[in-house]
């Protein structure tokens, strides 16, 4: 089955940049999004179609993609940015894939 | 304000059945598909089904295949997901959430419902 490779862990200090990947064979043909949950609370899209930002989401949030591998950059990293991060796409078949999650620390 | 609010999680034994529910609010809700998504305790978000607009198509992750059906009523603005003969690996939080615009991605998320498959 199709799957999406994350690290486990980041961290970063604050006011730094953090950059979280995510690899997969068909992301060169298929969108990216990435979603941020924080503990006990249901997850929150930050960028959709590998790049584009939602409103109401922070411009320090943004996305890239190259090749298999799609980025998650946060510039400027706050305390409230402590989340876990999680990548998503499909497969050939459409079926929905989510990365296994990230977890950004900022110390 | 869009609200997705699930309901009918709790304690179910092995082998047994569950229907969560997933009101929906502050959208046209017949004009969304819909999705429910599941995180087992401690673990990360599992894409469970999908059903289109008008509820004429279905799909489902493998793991769920043949067990579980998702449905709605799009009368009363409700999402469904009728689970049958569960097991302990589908013990998790489930969310209902709204897909975007056919691009299976998640815009709006509802609080999750935890089911607990466990004798």
């Known amino acids: 089955s199709y799957e999406l490779t994350q690290p486990p862990s980041v961290s970063v200090s604050p006011g730094q940049t953090a950059r979280i990947t995510c690899s997969g064979d068909?992301?060169?043909?298929?969108?990216a999004y990435w979603y941020q949950q924080k503990p006990g609370q249901a997850p929150v899209l930050v960028i959709y179609?590998?790049?584009e930002r939602p409103s109401g989401i922070p411009e320090r949030f943004s996305g890239s993609s190259s090749g298999t591998t799609v980025t998650l950059t946060i510039s400027g990293v706050q305390a409230e940015d402590e989340a876990d991060y999680y990548c998503?796409?499909?497969?050939?078949?459409?079926?929905?894939?989510f990365g296994g999650g990230t977890k950004l620390t900022v110390l | 304000e869009v609200q997705l609010v699930e309901s009918g999680g709790g304690l179910v034994q092995p082998g047994g059945s569950l229907r969560l529910s997933c009101a929906a609010s502050g959208f046209t809700f017949s004009s969304y598909w819909m999705h429910w998504v599941r995180q087992a305790p401690g673990k990360g978000l599992v894409w469970v089904s999908r059903?289109?607009?008008?509820?004429?198509?279905?799909s489902y992750a493998d793991s769920v295949k043949g067990r579980f059906t998702i449905s709605r009523d799009n009368a009363k603005n409700t999402l469904y997901l009728q689970m049958n003969s569960l097991r302990a690996e589908d013990t998790a939080v489930y969310y209902c959430?709204?897909?975007?615009?056919?691009?299976?991605?998640?815009?709006?998320w509802g609080q999750g419902t935890l089911v607990t498959v466990s004798s």
């Open positions: 959430a709204r897909d975007r615009g056919g691009g299976d991605y998640f815009d709006y």
């Open positions: 998503q796409s499909a497969d050939s078949s459409g079926t929905v894939v």
């Open positions: 068909a992301l060169p043909k298929q969108y």
């Open positions: 059903i289109n607009s008008d509820g004429s198509s279905t």
């Open positions: 179609k590998d790049s």
